[in-house]
């Protein structure tokens, strides 16, 4: 299995080295973390683009992008996630690793180099950023936004969390609105990137062969210029108001949407989020989950029926895809599996299986780069560290018991559905 | 049986290539240091084979989107569900159907021996019965209905309708309500009994497992098959293209667009041909081309251009997608500029660039599991090896661009399908 180092090298930095020979490549991610706000969601998510189209060096689009061509195809990207309630910014590029470059071609130096330019010294008209990028960047993310509409599923997604999450962070889009992001100016922009560099919580991996070392020299020296004041991650877990927040949307469709959310007071740090990690995916995250047996394949009533939980946020949601006419009785038939579940009726089977299953998926996300990134990434918001192996010891101690005590904290506390017309 | 390692000079790795007793085509590519494996179990058998014959016999006719119903009903068998017997070793399991083939296949960090043992068991024991077949058509209805509603899928349809005039793979790869509702417990067995015949078939293994855990499964579980030779039936299809122009309205906020040049199909490409063809797409269409700056200067495309080949028995041809708020414009562009490049000639230095970011793909794409079984997979059906193509793109020179060019991107020959 493979080992991390992790080094502090400043206020709130921890740069992470994965050293791993499997791969034939490297990568190397800086995640920014921020508290999702109203006021700096939009700014925060067109930063990720703007940086990643030029940079002080490489002015121009097209030559930056001839540059990445030329170390192999390598890949930088910026992107925006929420994670709880808060918004993550991360830079990466990841190219093939020194060993199978061109005629003894070091590339990974470079790599490291570019991914710093990026970050450190973007194109910038004094304490501006430049109106060509930013008219760019303002137009795709607005296309992004729009994007997400087009397809159902994630507009569905995006609308049952603005409604459940109302009046929480975790309730804004990543994006921003299209007026927001309309509203941002140059010199605004530029702020919320030094706000980047030094209030966010700033996590860097580096995974792969060649040694760390001169990624983590430069970014150390990078930083070291900033004043670092960062903010304390928190996360808040909402209970329910007493009210069942009901909403449905018809639409030109052809088939409808439905998602519930439960609330539990059960989110990170509880020592029982485990068991409901096993619960939910006992619910429905396997394809010998309660709802994929008894919703899709007994009832033949959805294609996809998915059991997800939020532990961050104590938030559970499940999804499917149904016919109109259908939509009562599948919403009724989820509710009945949950019942089943606090009743009781869970075998030993069902649990054995579960665990197997999570166990399985845990190591397997490991042999990616993008896996163990993201795998390390998500340990950080449950202010724990674990490695694989410790998880999945901590799933395989989680009892039936356990299981029926936790489901037992549900509370229904939002239904959306998209209807067909 | 005949077990061949294939190694790749360039890489260091190496796939064993076994032609086993039964008549299976597997493939085992060890990965040292990983902890799952991914295994691949399919067939030659996709959206596109609904006409065909066995060993000269009566042709046979099959509804739209049986190879798809029948990658859903092979997961039942006599002694029950796949899915419940996966539950036991924990195994990730899965299924698709694409245009020519149908896949079945697990990821496994635990109990690889019996995961396998599953996968190569309910595969070779279908069990189709009326009230099973029945069952099924609620969950694939809703299935085509959620594929109704995705603009991603129907720009893509639309677009094959635009160009192909008979060639199935202009047809829905789960067919639609109508056509799954006349598929049968007989019309499965006809399909499963041609096209699951292990000589029409592969086993892709990579990660962590060996080659003799593999082999141990496979000879004592495989039942040998005796290879009959299937004639897949597919109405002539002419070189030029139906209609230019596809225009369908879904609830969007941005159009999406699809554009396609249609190619010669008549016989699938090799590995030189697929490598001088990627550095040629890369060259016209990627991030760091003239073109690409054009269309993002105009405001006409965004982050999610892209660009791909489209090929398999009987079709070829180049896509390339979007989201535009002018997507006729952008047809009109690139067409322009595809006329000027044949004019003015192709640039060495975008050759060097691109080539090289094509050889960073194919070293990258050697990375995951999935990625290099489904590889092996699609190698083992088009007749190409896998390493080849990182070989051919090391060795390709700027005149195998050039000819290539000759060869494709019709302008006069080509289709845009638009979502608004």
New interface residues.
């Given amino acids: 299995?493979d080992s991390i180092k992790r080094e502090n090298i400043g206020k709130s930095i921890v740069f992470n080295t994965i050293s791993?020979?499997?791969?034939?490549?490297m990568k190397l991610s800086v995640s920014f973390i921020l508290p999702l706000k109203s006021s700096t969601v939009a700014k925060f998510a067109l930063l990720p683009?703007l940086l990643t189209r030029t940079s002080q060096d490489y002015p121009d689009?097209?030559q930056f992008?001839?540059k990445?061509?030329?170390?192999?195809?390598?890949n930088l990207t910026g992107n925006v996630r929420k994670m709880g309630d808060n918004q993550v910014i991360t830079l990466s590029i990841?190219?093939?690793d020194d060993r199978?470059a061109?005629e003894g071609d070091k590339i990974s130096e470079s790599m490291s180099k570019l991914l710093c330019d990026v970050i450190f010294r973007p194109k910038l008209n004094g304490n501006s950023f430049c109106d060509e990028e930013i008219s760019?960047e303002k137009?795709?993310l607005k296309?992004?936004?729009?994007?997400e509409?087009?397809?159902?599923?994630i507009y569905a997604n995006n609308r049952f969390t603005e409604i459940m999450c109302k009046n929480e962070p975790f309730g804004i889009s990543r994006l921003g609105t299209k007026d927001n992001v309309d509203k941002v100016t140059g010199e605004e922009l530029y702020d919320a990137w030094k706000i980047m560099l030094s209030e966010s919580n700033v996590e860097i991996f580096f995974i792969g062969e060649s040694s760390s070392d001169s990624a983590k020299n430069i970014f150390t020296y990078r930083f070291s210029a900033h004043n670092r004041t960062p903010y304390k991650i928190e996360n808040t877990v909402v209970p329910y108001n007493g009210e069942l927040k009901e909403e449905t949307e018809v639409?030109?469709?052809?088939?409808s949407k439905m998602i519930m959310g439960f609330r539990t007071d059960i989110a990170v740090p509880s020592v029982d989020v485990m068991a409901m990690r096993v619960a939910i995916a006992l619910l429905g995250s396997?394809?010998?989950s309660k709802l994929?047996n008894n919703v899709?394949?007994k009832l033949?009533?959805?294609?996809?029926c998915a059991a997800r939980y939020n532990r961050i946020k104590g938030i559970v949601t499940i999804e499917s895809?149904?016919?109109r006419e259908n939509i009562e009785k599948a919403r009724d038939a989820i509710l009945n599996e949950i019942n089943e579940m606090i009743n009781g009726n869970i075998t030993d089977?069902e649990v054995e299986?579960t665990?197997?299953?999570m166990?399985?998926?845990f190591?397997?996300v490991?042999?990616?780069?993008s896996g163990l990134e993201n795998w390390y990434l998500s340990q950080i918001m449950d202010g724990d560290f674990n490695s694989v192996e410790e998880v999945c010891q901590a799933v395989n101690a989680v009892t039936k018991q356990q299981i029926i005590k936790v489901i037992k904290t549900l509370v229904f506390d939002t239904i959306y559905v998209l209807e067909s017309k | 049986m005949e077990v061949k390692e294939i190694k790749s000079p360039?890489?260091g790795d190496s796939y064993y290539k076994i032609k086993h007793k039964s008549g299976l085509n597997i493939y085992v590519y060890e990965?040292?240091?990983?902890?799952?494996t991914y295994a691949i179990f399919g067939t030659k058998f996709g959206s596109i084979n609904n006409c065909f014959s066995v060993d000269g016999g009566e042709k046979i006719k099959v509804p739209d989107g049986i190879a798809h119903y029948l990658e859903h009903k092979l997961f039942e068998s006599e002694d029950g569900?796949a899915?419940?017997k996966?539950?036991?070793?924990?195994?990730?399991?899965?299924a698709y159907t694409s245009f020519d083939k149908t896949c079945y296949l697990f990821?496994?960090?635990?109990k690889f021996k019996e995961s396998l043992e599953i996968l190569i068991d309910f595969v070779q024991s279908p069990y189709f019965t009326d009230e099973t077949v029945a069952?099924?058509?609620?969950?694939?209805?809703?299935?085509i209905?959620?594929y109704?509603?995705?603009?991603?899928w129907r720009v893509l349809f639309n677009l094959l309708e635009c160009l192909y005039h008979n060639h199935p793979v202009k047809i829905d790869i789960a067919g639609t309500v109508e056509t799954i509702a006349e598929i049968t417990p007989k019309k499965l067995y006809d399909c499963y009994n041609t096209f699951y015949n292990l000589n029409n078939m592969a086993l892709c293994v990579c990660?962590k497992a060996k080659l003799n855990e593999v082999l141990e499964v496979a000879d004592r579980l495989l039942k040998p098959s005796k290879d009959v030779e299937i004639t897949n039936y597919f109405e002539d299809e002419p070189r030029e293209i139906v209609a230019n122009f596809k225009e369908q309205n879904?609830?969007?906020?941005?159009p999406?667009f699809e554009i396609g040049f249609k190619g010669d199909g008549t016989k699938l490409i090799t590995s030189k041909q697929e490598a001088a063809t990627d550095v040629l797409l890369?060259m016209l269409f990627?991030?760091?081309?003239?073109l690409?700056?054009e269309l993002?200067d105009k405001?006409l495309i965004?982050?999610?251009f892209g660009y791909e080949v489209f090929e398999g028995m009987g079709f070829y041809s180049v896509l390339l997608s979007g989201?535009s708020h002018n997507p006729e414009r952008v047809y009109e562009i690139i067409k322009n500029y595809i006329n000027k490049v044949r004019d003015e000639g192709l640039s060495v230095d975008d050759y060097?660039?691109?080539k090289?970011?094509?050889?960073?793909?194919a070293?990258?794409a050697?990375?995951?599991?999935d990625s290099i079984a489904n590889n092996l997979m699609e190698c083992h059906f088009t007749g190409r090896e896998f390493f080849n193509y990182a070989d051919e793109v090391y060795n390709l020179k700027f005149e195998d661009v050039q000819s290539r060019f000759n060869e494709i991107l019709d302008c006069s020959n080509s289709a845009l399908s638009v979502i608004r």
């Fill in positions: 299995m791993d020979k499997r791969f034939k490549t683009g689009f097209t992008s001839k990445l061509s030329m170390l192999y195809g390598a990841s190219g093939i199978y061109f760019q137009r795709q296309d992004l936004i729009d994007s509409f087009n397809e159902k599923r639409m030109e469709l052809a088939q396997t394809s010998h994929f899709r394949e033949s009533l959805c294609y996809y895809g149904v016919e089977f299986a665990k197997l299953s166990c399985n998926d190591i397997a490991c042999d990616y780069d | 360039l890489t990965k040292e240091g990983y902890n799952s569900d899915f419940a996966y539950a036991l070793t924990g195994a990730n399991a899965n990821s496994a960090s635990q069952k099924e058509q609620g969950i694939i209805g809703q299935e209905k959620m109704d509603d995705s603009p991603e990660g879904l609830p969007v906020a941005v999406l890369g990627s991030q760091s081309g003239e690409y700056r993002q405001e965004n982050q999610s989201e060097q660039e691109n090289r970011a094509v050889y960073g793909s070293i990258r050697m990375n995951s599991t």
